[in-house]
């Protein structure tokens, strides 16, 4: 039947209030009139609440709608035709507003001709910004008629001059008011006519909507949903039968109000001034508006929250001995999560080798190419790994070079979210280079982030060219560096190109041997090496670069070798890194900066770095133009509390004497902060 569709494109979306010709219209099936869900057998009831013209939700049954199953029927919706007329609960407030802006006699808008026009044109000018008119009359100036004082005790109640209102009354009244009336108030008549707020006919939501489940002892347990259109339909019944035998009116009236309660809990079951629809085991209903509403709701948690398959979340702790481009992956994550590897005649024993393996790494399924997958366990594990050919599948779990993408929300930029290699580690935590905190503003005072397992070869390749960290080293906002040596690496950079800072040929060689240099160059200082040639070994041999650092001195690079100078942040954290960047590229820039951020650290480890009070303490001019800054402060603010004493202090606009001196004292410290 889905073959006889055609592909329409959508123009635009309307929201419109269904009339009940509309909502009859949209019913799939006949009206809704049997409280009850399945017979004896267990099979829909024609008429009820799962009537098979509403959809299904159990195998084996097709829809009487569209000839669909269980995973091809979108749902229809049924409808009930209500003996008396209910106010719907969210629009009541919209009610009272135009029932006070008209007149109950004849219906029209409470202005006269000048006024209106004086409307019309406002609302030429600006207009659906324009303010609706708020109008308070004792008498209609169309027909003298007396205005009933109208009062909302909610969430449905109507007073009008303190008697209660009922729903056919209001009614009545909203039908007679004209389209143009409604225009000036506000509505479009074609899509929101007041009566229509006024429910006459209620659509019933499709089966799949408020699906029932079956419970281990084989019984049903319905949805909080259809539980209360039963209570509508039973009321509604019982109304009917207590109308047409002729019962007393207060009697009438009583299953009248049960109706609109029961609509009104459907609608919202957190309603004031009522109590709240509840199961005998004292649980509340969860009905349509807590379904939407909220953290919990189908907008906040199903369409814009994300929640994927494939990927982990935990805290992040800093690791600057793992490589910028990696991510350091808790043995527990890595066990639970699992990547797709395809088998191949290159590859197969090493597949062969995760499914027979019975601890960590090892295969949990397999996809074989007519795409059934099967579980991998001790008892099957030789017997599957003998099938194991060239097209099959296998998900195994994470190791160490895995790529995978990691991201820290907000997600405000490109490189909030970048691609990573796994090197599975002890502990709970993801472990993040601090080189690579900048893209993703984190910190690690408790920072969480993300990490998705990517799925497919197309993906993993994607990742790789596009998303590796490395190849992000230059922001994408401004071009310079933002994945740059900082803090810790500078201070152990300067140190190391000191002019008076020199290493054995022991500590020459662990040094280099951090950066996997494993050929020591001839000693340029007697029989030891200075830092500035240990740190040229870092460089590549195209670099040449002669500038002016911070403290005023010459930095000269040539042919990649350290000639003068010592390397501070300007040239650390910029100039270095991003020519290196742009002359050789973004990898040789990766392994300059994983290199050369260890062996700063390592030196700066070994030498040990302290200060003294003397770095935090104001001393001099400062402290004598600091003193008198609190002096002169000072004096002003107890000036100002002197004239609030005498009350001759002078009032700002629309502050207290109290609320003036305190303004007074916060800009008079604002400007002492900032002088």
């Known amino acids: 039947m889905t073959e006889d569709f055609t592909t329409k494109v959508i123009g635009a979306v309307k929201f419109s209030i269904f009339s009940p010709e509309i909502i009859r219209k949209v019913s799939a099936a006949k009206r809704i009139t049997v409280p009850d869900t399945y017979d004896e057998d267990s099979y829909p009831i024609d008429g009820g609440l799962v009537d098979q013209r509403l959809g299904v939700i159990d195998p084996g049954l097709k829809c009487k709608t569209c000839g669909g199953g269980v995973g091809t029927c ?132 499709p089966v799949n909507v408020r699906p029932s489940i079956t419970l281990e002892t084989g019984e049903r347990s319905e949805d909080d949903l259809t539980h209360k259109l039963v209570d509508v339909i039973r009321t509604n019944q019982r109304l009917d039968a207590n109308i047409n035998a002729g019962a007393p009116q207060l009697i009438i009236e009583d299953l009248w109000e049960l109706l609109q309660y029961h609509i009104t809990t459907y609608f919202n079951n957190e309603m004031s001034n009522i109590p709240p629809a509840r199961h005998r085991s004292g649980r509340a209903l969860k009905t349509l508006s807590q379904r939407l509403k909220g953290k919990e709701g189908r907008f ?40 797709p590897m395809r088998i191949t005649q290159w590859n197969l024993e090493r597949c062969r080798q995760f499914i027979l393996n019975l601890t960590y790494p090892h295969a949990d399924y397999i996809v074989r ?73 984190a910190d690690f005072d408790g920072d969480e982030m ?42 152990g950079a300067f140190y ?15 040094l280099l041997a951090i950066a996997g240099i494993t050929k020591l160059p001839k000693p340029d200082r007697s029989d030891k090496y200075s830092g500035r040639l240990l740190f040229s070994l870092l460089l590549p041999a195209e670099l040449s670069l002669k ?9 000269v690079i040539e042919n990649g070798l350290l000639i003068k100078g010592s390397i501070e942040s300007k040239a650390f954290e910029n100039q270095i890194l991003e020519r290196i960047v742009e002359q050789v590229g973004y990898e040789r820039a990766k392994w300059f900066l994983d290199s050369a951020t260890r062996i700063t650290l390592e030196v700066l480890t070994r030498h040990g770095l302290s200060v003294s009070l003397r770095n935090y303490s104001v001393e001099g001019e400062a402290h004598t133009h600091l003193n008198s800054l609190l002096d002169k402060t000072n004096r002003e603010i107890d000036a100002y509390i002197l004239q609030f004493k005498n009350k001759t202090l002078q009032k700002n606009p629309g502050l207290t004497p109290r609320e003036t001196l305190e303004e007074k004292i916060m800009e008079i410290t604002s400007k002492a902060r900032d002088a």
Not at 324 to 334: F, K, R, S, T, Y
Not at 547 to 555: A, F, S
Request: a negative charge; proline letters at 7%; aromatic letters at 6%.
């Open 496 to 510: 190391m190109t000191n002019d008076d800072c020199e290493f054995t040929k022991s500590e020459a060689s662990d």
């Open 300 to 339: 906040r948690y199903n369409l814009s929250g994300k929640r994927v398959n494939f990927s982990a979340r935990t805290v992040i702790s800093p690791d600057p001995n793992i490589s910028l481009d990696e991510v350091g992956v808790p043995m527990a994550i890595a066990k639970e999560l699992t990547v």
């Open 547 to 555: 500038m002016r650092t911070k403290l005023g001195e010459e930095l």
């Open 450 to 491: 993300n990490l998705h397992a990517i799925q497919t070869e197309e993906a993993q390749v994607e990742a790789d060219v596009l998303m590796k960290v490395h190849r992000q080293i230059l922001s994408p906002r401004h071009g310079k560096a933002i994945i740059k040596p900082q803090e810790d690496h500078v201070t």
């Open 74 to 205: 979108p749902g229809h919706f049924g409808h009930i035709e209500l003996v008396r007329p209910v106010i719907h609960p969210e629009f009541a407030k919209y009610l009272l507003y135009i029932m006070k802006a008209t007149c109950r006699s004849c219906k029209l808008l409470l202005l006269d001709a000048d006024e209106k026009n004086d409307l019309i044109k406002l609302i030429e000018e600006e207009g659906e910004t324009v303010l609706k008119p708020q109008i308070k009359r004792k008498n209609c100036p169309h027909c003298g008629e007396a205005i009933p004082e109208l009062t909302l005790m909610r969430p449905t109640t109507f007073f009008k001059d303190k008697s209660v209102m009922l729903p056919t009354e209001i009614r009545n009244w909203l039908e007679g008011i004209s389209n143009d009336d409604l225009r000036l108030l506000g509505f479009d008549p074609l899509y929101a006519r007041p009566e229509w707020m006024v429910l006459t006919v209620l659509l019933v939501p």
């Open 369 to 441: 190419p007519d795409g059934k997958r099967v579980r991998v366990n001790e008892t099957n594990r030789v017997e599957v790994s003998s099938q194991l050919a060239p097209g099959w599948i296998i998900d195994r779990q994470l190791i160490d070079g895995d790529l995978v993408l990691f991201n820290r929300q907000p997600s405000l930029h490109r490189i909030s979210i970048m691609c990573h290699e796994v090197r599975v580690m002890p502990g709970k935590t993801l472990r993040l280079n601090p080189l690579d905190c900048p893209p993703y503003n």
